[in-house]
């Protein structure tokens, strides 16, 4: 199988920093995605990480461990708006063609 | 640079009804993509193109779901008949050439089967 594993809910604080994990079989890896949606919106494209390490975009991150099949998102100054739902996606490599396989994504709540 | 167009935004329908959804990608973007997402759960795939070929329909329920995309541009996305498990917001998305093959999505097709 090819399961994404993630928190199904997170709660935070504005202003703190949260990080919302996704693990996966590491049969096949071909990258891993993290997109952010709102309620009743299309999911938004945050990070892409294919090798190992730490890739930094503004107030958000993504890190990737190839071996043990871990990834995290860094949510840093968390802001209200920053409340939605997080999706974990990995793309397994699938013959001729590359499967995105999408988790079930973690619910966040940022208060006040 | 326009994004994902996606009609319409939202359908209610009685079982056993058809229903067509459309799809315009990107400009450029050779590969589409159609989900289907239910509610708190990830997009799952229906069907991948690579411009006007289906490269990926292993998901597509085919017995009362097809798909086309003639000319490799847009594409509808049909169920004939529709059931009451269909309900679901429909996704398309686009991607064009490079390494990390970022998928943009459209604003979905909420579907409701009544």
């Known amino acids: 199988g090819q399961n994404i594993d993630q928190p199904t809910e997170m709660t935070a604080t504005e202003g703190a920093i949260v990080q919302i994990n996704c693990t996966y079989q590491t049969s096949g890896f071909n990258g891993l995605f993290w997109y952010q949606q709102h309620a009743g919106e299309a999911p938004t494209f945050l990070s892409y990480n294919v090798l190992d390490g730490l890739e930094e975009k503004g107030r958000f991150s993504s890190f990737l461990s190839r071996s043990k099949g871990y990834s995290y998102l860094l949510l840093k100054e968390l802001q209200m708006k920053d409340s939605a739902s997080y999706l974990c996606?990995?793309?397994?490599?699938?013959?001729?063609?590359?499967?995105?396989?999408f988790g079930t994504g973690t619910l966040l709540a940022v208060q006040p | 640079e326009a994004g994902v167009v996606q009609s319409p935004r939202y359908k209610i329908i009685e079982k056993k009804q058809p229903v067509a959804f459309w799809c315009n990608p990107i400009s450029g973007h050779n590969t589409l993509y159609w989900y289907r997402q239910n509610l708190g759960q990830g997009p799952e795939l229906l069907i991948r193109?690579?411009?006007?070929?289906?490269?990926?329909d292993s998901q597509l329920p085919k017995d009362r779901f097809s798909a086309e995309r003639l000319k490799g541009v847009d594409s509808t996305l049909k169920i004939q008949p529709a059931e009451l498990g269909d309900s679901a917001v429909y996704l398309c998305?686009?991607?064009?050439?490079?390494?990390?093959?970022?998928?943009?999505f459209g604003p979905g097709t909420r579907l409701t089967v009544l």
């Open positions: 998305a686009s991607a064009g050439q490079g390494a990390s093959n970022e998928q943009f």
């Open positions: 996606a990995v793309r397994f490599y699938g013959g001729a063609t590359n499967k995105l396989i």
């Open positions: 193109y690579e411009n006007e070929e289906a490269v990926d």
